[in-house]
């Protein structure tokens, strides 16, 4: 396997501010030619859901090179069948429903955000003949580990890497709001400050309506 096998390196901060601009190096190598001009594609996921998830780093060489035993996948299409309840097809030009007005009134009420995902995906990457490549890349807001992904690959020769950055701020603030209220109802919101800076500070915060 050692033909087919590429050497990558990813050079990363250990340890980054929320909403930071930050650079990844790339290094690729085949173990037999030395630096090689590779694409790659690199993903930066938030470190929790890999592990509820129990989500391996991709690796080329074992998906098309390991062993397998026999076995039976089964596929349907019915998503392709099955028209999709959104708010947003309702009443359209494309989809036509009859009845239902109780289901039409219940699609259009708004529904509190769900957190998203910290989720960085980059698939446009070359290393120049040197093996080498800088990616740039900015942090969204988050406060956590994030797995460093990269998977390189040429015509006939397969490489990953995984790293680990944890990010993090001086000081977290995170708001504790009822995720609905309807008119006349009271609530009593609350304000967490995690202090990461390993003193003893008097803190001051504000909150605007």
Not at 35 to 54: H, K, M, N, Y
Not at 144 to 163: D, I, Q, W
Request: glycine fraction near 8%; aromatic fraction near 8%.
């Amino acid at each position: 396997m050692k033909p087919r096998t590429l050497e990558v390196n990813v050079e990363a901060p250990e340890k980054l501010k929320s909403e930071a601009d930050f650079e990844l190096r790339l290094n690729v190598k085949d173990l037999v030619d030395g630096p090689v001009q590779s694409s790659v594609t690199l993903a930066l996921v938030d470190e929790g859901v890999c592990r509820l998830t129990d989500y391996k780093t991709p690796s080329p060489l074992g998906f098309f090179y390991g062993r397998r035993r026999l076995d039976v996948n089964t596929y349907t299409v019915y998503s392709s069948l099955i028209e999709d309840l959104r708010s947003d097809l309702i009443g359209g030009s494309n989809v036509i429903y009859g009845g239902g007005g109780v289901l039409n009134r219940l699609l259009r009420i708004k529904r509190p955000e769900e957190r998203r995902v910290v989720q960085i995906w980059r698939s446009d990457i070359r290393t120049g003949p040197d093996g080498k490549a800088t990616v740039k890349l900015k942090l969204p807001p988050f406060s956590g580990a994030l797995r460093v992904m990269a998977v390189a690959f040429t015509e006939k020769s397969f490489g990953n890497a995984t790293r680990q950055i944890k990010v993090s701020d001086p000081l977290t603030v995170i708001p504790n709001f009822p995720a609905s209220i309807a008119p006349g109802d009271h609530a009593d919101p609350s304000v967490a400050i995690f202090n990461k800076t390993g003193e003893d500070p008097n803190v001051r915060f504000s909150v605007d309506q």
